[in-house]
């Protein structure tokens, strides 16, 4: 049978659908790809999107969970260009928002 949704289910069950996305996407990624390709960048791109979006969702959803100032920060992914004597390695890690901002020029 078709539910018909609130606006705000209906954005609820995007959060909670990113969300399992964004988890897949976390756990499963190759963070040592042996070489930097569409895919790999496209996942680590999709994944910051989401985080963002998801954060500006919770904050419709939830507008006094700021109140407090504890709440933890979101991770994001980035490839890290790694130079040793045999070879250059491509990682993908974790950074801060911040971090993806100053140091990658990637905006919200």
């Known amino acids: 049978m078709f539910h018909l949704y609130n606006n705000k289910e209906l954005l609820q069950e995007m959060v909670e659908s990113n969300m399992q996305t964004c988890n897949q996407i976390y756990t ?21 999107t989401l985080v963002e979006v998801n954060q500006k969702a919770l904050d419709v959803l939830y507008p006094e969970r700021h109140k407090n100032g504890d709440l933890p920060k979101p991770k994001h992914l980035v490839f890290k260009q790694i130079h040793n004597d045999n070879e250059d390695v491509v990682e993908i890690v974790e950074v801060e928002a911040e971090t993806l901002k100053q140091e990658f020029n990637w905006e919200k």
């Open 28 to 48: 499963q990624i190759d963070r040592n790809p042996k070489e930097k390709s569409d895919a790999d960048f496209m996942l680590v791109k999709s994944f910051n």
